[in-house]
Structure formats: structure tokens, C-alpha cells
């Protein structure tokens, strides 16, 4: 499924959604106009490394970020294997890779738009109430 959020094309694979393709793009949408913080998606995670990586990322509060090395330590590995695993997720705003930042910079987004749709995502979720990563330290 094709979705375009704030201008970029983002394709997420519907097939691993316990939704129907209108529920997701409704939910979709309320995320993009503010309306929704979290989604009533159940995701199939895959039985593998990256799924483990999905679980981590699902786990992540809106608003809030991870490094890849505090998810690599959570996960016993590196923080590259983390990277790749998130390269890989089928998903992407559903199961938010995004939240998923370097130590020291953004990191890569592996969706059309590449860190620059990331940090829309994450500036999207910047909340006074919510502890969040400096964007500006990583422009």
C-alpha cells in the first residue's frame, strides 16, 4: 500500500496488518493530521532478528526516541545489525522506525525521503509533554 504523508510516498505492506487497507489509511491519517498518537494495529512480526527489532521499535512511546545501540544492548548485538534491521521493516509509521536514532545523529530512513521525512516524523511527534530527542543538534 502506497500512502503520501507530509509530500513523501511511504509504501507499507498491508499484508502484515490485522486491518483492512480503509482502517489503515484512516488510522494513517489521523496520525498525519495529529488526531491519533498510537494505532489499533495488531502487526505480524516475523520470526527473526528483524522482528525482534519491530517488537523494540513498537515498544517505543510516541514522541520518544531510541538509539540503536540502547536497542542493540536490549537485544544483545550491534548497533548495525539494529540499523539494517530497521532498513528492513515492512511497516514503517505503523511500527515507528523512525523513533530509532544514532547517538549522534538521525540515522538513516530507509522510506521514500529518506532522514529527511524521519525528522518531519519526529518533529510531528515533539511534544512539551513528552521527552524527545534535540532535533536541532542533528541539523
Request: charged share 25%; proline share 5%.
Amino acid at each position: 500500500m502506497h500512502v503520501t504523508m507530509w509530500g513523501f510516498d511511504v509504501e507499507l505492506d498491508e499484508q502484515l496488518v490485522a486491518v483492512s487497507p480503509d482502517d489503515l489509511w484512516m488510522q494513517l491519517s489521523e496520525y498525519e493530521h495529529g488526531e491519533r498518537r498510537t494505532f489499533d494495529i495488531d502487526v505480524d512480526v516475523p520470526d527473526s532478528f528483524t522482528g525482534r527489532v519491530m517488537s523494540a521499535m513498537l515498544a517505543i512511546p510516541y514522541g520518544e526516541t531510541r538509539t540503536y545501540g540502547e536497542i542493540a544492548a536490549e537485544l544483545d548485538s550491534h548497533p548495525v545489525a539494529v540499523g539494517q534491521a530497521c532498513g528492513r521493516n515492512p511497516v514503517p509509521l505503523v511500527v515507528p522506525c523512525h523513533r530509532v536514532v544514532g547517538a549522534d545523529s538521525l540515522g538513516g530512513f530507509s522510506a521514500a525521503g529518506g532522514v529527511e521525512l524521519k525528522h518531519a516524523l519526529l518533529a510531528h511527534e515533539a511534544d512539551e509533554d513528552t521527552e524527545q530527542v534535540d532535533l536541532a543538534s542533528f541539523d
